[in-house]
């Protein structure tokens, strides 16, 4: 990762995190002016973080991390505002590299968001998801590495032991571990005990966690999407689950349209007979780059010579550690030792009435 432009990137902004099928949207209570109060305190503080970050290394052991991603695949060449300018910005690198390719150059392109209060959790987040790195579960589609480094906003240091918990859909629209009409699958009880493309890691002492999942495909109303929540002070029982802590942020994380294009021109993605909704058009990508500043988007490479090889994706992202979301957390099912069990109560199943507040989990 790269920070030498942080302070012309301390604006980013991921402000929240919007439904997972169309008509599930749960509303933010947070205001328009908290919004902007927020930024400015989250502009100041990474304004102050691009010399510390500097000074003790961070940023250069973070391009190194992520060189030494591409020469593990022997990687020979890398493919890789306002709501137009962000969504017309490539995050694909022209660059063609080679073994002496310099790390400042490979990654000197690198998005940072600032994860602001507060999002919606959407009707299909699991609780209960176990801790682990490879969450592809043997599902069809393109490999994608998905690494992440998150910064305290307020102390310009990386969030050691923050657990970075993210889902997706798989490459037809579906998503695991829900019994519900609005999943791509309709009402499959089986799909309850299924976790493929969910999980949860633990950050480094560099503030780094990494998924080896699939890329996403796309459902009706949405742009493609990864679900981002952020968990703070939890611990880990003997199952390899989370207890306690807070959730410090609630949102979601996208990818440039001409590769979304591409992948969806592969197999089995190249099945899914629904309209694709494009960023451009997607409320919430509109709602997270009204800052014209805000790229809440991954960064890219590919892992070999075409689509299929899988890609790299890596994104920086700033949390304030001290908010807490809980309230805003409802869930559709719980992951359980006997399986998954739905939530009844949670608005996961069906879709809330108009203005309606989330459940509290």
């Not at 301390?10 to 930024?39: M, Q, W």
Request: include cysteine; charged fraction near 20%; hydrophobic fraction near 35%.
């Amino acid at each position: 990762m790269h920070f030498a432009n942080i302070g012309k990137l301390a604006g980013l902004v991921l402000a929240g995190l919007s439904i997972a099928h169309p008509g599930a949207h749960e509303p933010s209570s947070y205001t328009d002016v908290s919004k902007r109060n927020f930024l400015h305190h989250a502009r100041r503080s990474l304004d102050k973080c691009s010399d510390q970050l500097e000074r003790r290394g961070i940023n250069a052991r973070a391009e190194a991390r992520r060189a030494a991603i591409l020469d593990m695949y022997r990687k020979r060449s890398l493919n890789a505002r306002d709501t137009d300018k962000v969504v017309n910005t490539s995050h694909h690198s022209s660059l063609h590299v080679t073994a002496n390719t310099p790390e400042s150059e490979l990654f000197a392109k690198n998005p940072v968001c600032i994860l602001a209060p507060e999002g919606e959790i959407g009707p299909f987040w699991v609780k209960g998801e176990l801790i682990r790195s490879d969450i592809g579960d043997g599902e069809a589609g393109i490999p994608i590495i998905l690494d992440g480094q998150f910064i305290d906003i307020n102390t310009c240091e990386p969030i050691q032991d923050l657990y970075w918990d993210v889902w997706n859909c798989n490459s037809t629209g579906v998503y695991s571990g829900v019994d519900s009409s609005m999943n791509g699958n309709g009402n499959d009880a089986a799909n309850l005990n299924r976790t493929f493309l969910r999980g949860i890691q633990k950050t480094d002492e560099e503030g780094v966690a990494q998924f080896n999942t699939v890329f996403p495909g796309h459902y009706d109303g949405r742009a493609t999407h990864v679900h981002v929540v952020a968990h703070v002070g939890a611990s880990v029982l003997p199952n390899n689950t989370l207890t306690g802590g807070h959730v410090a942020h609630i949102g979601q994380l996208f990818f440039d349209q001409d590769l979304i294009s591409v992948v969806e021109d592969t197999y089995p993605y190249n099945t899914n007979t629904v309209d694709i909704t494009l960023n451009a058009d997607d409320h919430v990508v509109q709602v997270e780059t009204e800052d014209s500043n805000s790229d809440p988007f991954f960064q890219y490479a590919y892992l070999g010579d075409s689509i299929e090889d899988g890609l790299l994706g890596w994104i920086t992202l700033g949390v304030n550690v001290t908010a807490n979301h809980d309230s805003a957390v409802s869930y559709a099912a719980s992951l359980t030792s006997s399986g998954g069990v739905s939530n009844d109560a949670s608005s996961g199943g069906q879709e809330p009435p108009s203005g309606s507040a989330p459940p509290s989990a």
